[in-house]
């Protein structure tokens, strides 16, 4: 390996995990989101081409934070604005510089921990849409290139850097301030968070459209988001319920894919493979929610049904009647025709499918979940269970018809013909 690929490897490295926290110091020191993310940019480019040469420095997070200072001290001098204050920074920089490249200033990960908070919050700020808060979460917070955005989402590269571009213009139009809301902004502000985590990683545990069933690599960024985000709020029951659902999910997903990538459905999975590290992680997560005392929201209620899967020996041995009732719970909190339909799936598995197919009936005859693959998907399997063959081969082809990952709809198709 050549040296200047060795250091664009350590650069990346770098990058990937001390991206959120150069970008928030800069953020705190410029006043500006937009020009943070592109000074540290700036400073990326000036390591690459530097480290090759000089060496990497013994602190490199400090070394380009430092560049990034320097370079605003640069633009705000082309701007005119090189005031008395302009040259105290300017001084305290240089000597900042100096003992980067020497390897002598310290780089204190946990003092910025207030300033990645915020910039979880301006990133998905409600003056965006949902598209842009999840390319600039991934982008600033998560530290992932527009290419590896676009992989992820399959979109077109131009497609996440004009999202991007956009985001960071809107904040600036709307001149939203770098803080953390407080009292009841603070609950609701945290819900977008929240919420722009949870599709993340939704969008890995089932692709929606591609080859790929899954995104594992998508999957392991919204986890680790959602522990950076826990060690930040740790008094939150529902960011900790968050992680325990991701855990606790993820925990499968070594199962959930044959040696050639296609699905295996959870009465077929191999639970030897199982990550049980995952699954202890998850479990400690939702007994640090309940330990709060505030009672369970949407995402702790959805840990405790991931909860009874990853506890139990088989699918015979689970736990359905809970599960039922944590739906119940669930659909109690946050009412929608999606958890509807998986309760009737853990109805079907504690009653019979004859009384969860009432369920599916009542959903399709509402027309919420019209052009959703999985209501087919489902009554599908329940009426093979039931024995109703005929009917269960055309569910299983309208769900094949609607689903848009083409490893789901491969296995549809293939349940479909499976039906004499």
Known sequence: MSRAEETRRTVAAVWRIESARIVAALTRFAGDFGLAEDLAQEALAEALARWPEQGVPRNPAAWLTAVGKRRAVDHWRRRELHDRRMVAIARDLELEQQQALSGDASWDPMALDDEVLRLIFVACHPVLSREAQVALTL???????????????????????????????????????????????????????LGVLYLIFNEAHTASSGS?????GLAREAVRLARVLAGLTPR???VLGLLALMELTAARFPARVDAEGTPVQLDRQDRTRWDRGAVERGRTALAAAD??????????????????????????????????????????VAPSPVVELNRAAALAMASGPEVALEVLDRLA????????????????????RSGREEEARTAFADAAALAGN????????????GMP
């Open 139 to 193: 982008r600033v917070v998560g530290g992932l290139t527009s290419e590896e955005i676009a992989r992820a989402f399959l979109v077109p590269v131009s497609t996440v850097q004009q999202r991007i571009v956009r985001a960071k213009k809107t904040l600036a139009a709307a001149r939203v301030p770098f803080e953390v809301p407080e009292g009841p902004d603070f609950e609701a502000r945290l819900g977008t968070v």
């Open 212 to 216: 790929a069933w899954m995104r594992p």
């Open 236 to 238: 939150e029951p529902e």
């Open 291 to 332: 330990a709060i005392g505030r009672g369970r929201g949407g995402y702790a209620l959805q840990a405790g049904i991931a909860e009874c899967h990853a506890v139990a020996a088989s699918v015979e041995e689970t736990d359905w009647e809970r599960i039922v009732l944590l739906y119940e719970a669930l659909g109690r």
């Open 365 to 384: 005859a509402s027309g919420e979940l019209r052009g959703y693959h999985l209501l087919p998907a489902t009554r599908g399997e329940l009426l093979r």
């Open 406 to 417: 083409e490893r789901e709809r491969a296995l549809l198709e293939a349940k479909s013909a």
